[in-house]
């Protein structure tokens, strides 16, 4: 008989809002066992889960699974890169984008059947300055969200859009020159993303006809943000109509250049990184196996 496929299971204890489930006991209750062998690992602090994915790789699990959010995806993603090990992903995050995009289910008795008998698939990745990601990057209003989120002390929906509420009344944009597809634009920027994946988490689609499989990264600007615009914007983003809607200009392009008058936050899979002056985005085609 052959031996089964092994799935290594990475927890991010400090992900999602309910921290009493007993995760390593559900996981066991709903696994398929005649299907798999599994082991569980913890992470014991940020960045560590990416460490843990490329040794887990190297063991030669078939599988590892993220159990967290769109962060704790993001750094096991990064650990794979290059390997022949697949990403799964039981969604324990407040906003799961990628789960979401990818139709993995959310409750986690449904992801853990769903991964033992996996449609495995290949899906792009981007890179902003060196950071890869699978969901979305981007500068400007967004990242600087993603920082004051970090800090906010609560997660979670409701913790997002009053943070974002807060800030949207001091955010002001900054000029930049982008370049894409051999042309060059000069606009300001409030809001510049990089959508590999339809949506930022939480199905608020920043741009719902991103295709993760396609080669190109969807490229999302909006200028500025007068309050009819905003209304127009948010809406956009619940209905998932942003394109139709006008507040926000769409291209295609795998290879991005940003230059920015002032030093500009970004983010990563919603998780802020730092600031930059000049920023190189691009896409790998097919470069990250996952488990859906
Ligand atoms: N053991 C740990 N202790 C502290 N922080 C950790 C640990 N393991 C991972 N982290 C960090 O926790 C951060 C948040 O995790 P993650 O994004 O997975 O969950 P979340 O914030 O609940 O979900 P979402 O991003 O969907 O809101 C990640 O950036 C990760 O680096």
Do not use: W
Request: with cysteine; glycine share 10%; net charge neutral.
């Amino acid at each position: 008989m052959p031996a089964k496929p092994r799935l290594c299971f990475l927890i991010n204890p400090k992900s999602g809002t309910d921290r009493r489930q007993d995760v390593p006991a559900l996981i066991a209750r709903h696994l398929d066992h005649a299907a798999v062998d599994h082991e569980i690992r913890f992470t014991q602090h940020a960045g560590h889960a990416e460490a843990l994915a490329r040794q887990a790789a190297a063991e030669g699990f078939r599988t590892v699974v993220a159990v967290g959010g769109d962060g704790t995806v993001n750094e096991v993603g990064r650990g794979l890169l290059g390997t022949a090990t697949a990403l799964g992903i039981l969604p324990r995050g407040s906003g799961n984008g990628l789960a979401r995009h990818l139709q993995i289910p959310l409750s986690l008795p449904a992801a853990v059947q769903r991964v033992c008998r996996p449609t495995f698939q290949r899906i792009d990745v981007g890179h902003i300055n060196g950071h890869a990601f699978f969901c979305t990057a981007g500068l400007g209003f967004d990242a600087h969200v993603s920082r004051h989120f970090a800090q906010a002390g609560t997660r979670g929906l409701s913790t997002y859009v009053k943070v974002a509420l807060r800030e949207y009344r001091h955010y002001r944009p900054t000029a930049v020159m982008v370049t894409l597809n051999g042309q060059t634009l000069q606009t300001d920027c409030y809001v510049l993303a990089f959508a590999n994946a339809a949506q930022y988490g939480n199905n608020a689609y920043i741009a719902p006809l991103a295709d993760i499989r396609d080669g190109l990264l969807d490229v999302c600007l909006i200028d500025a943000l007068p309050f009819g615009r905003a209304v127009r914007v948010g809406l956009g983003l619940a209905l998932g109509n942003l394109p139709a809607s006008g507040a926000a200009i769409f291209h295609t392009s795998n290879h991005i250049h940003v230059q920015t008058a002032a030093p500009l936050g970004f983010h990563i899979d919603g998780d802020y990184v730092g600031e930059a002056h000049d920023f190189e985005v691009a896409l790998t085609p097919l470069a990250l196996e996952v488990a859906t």
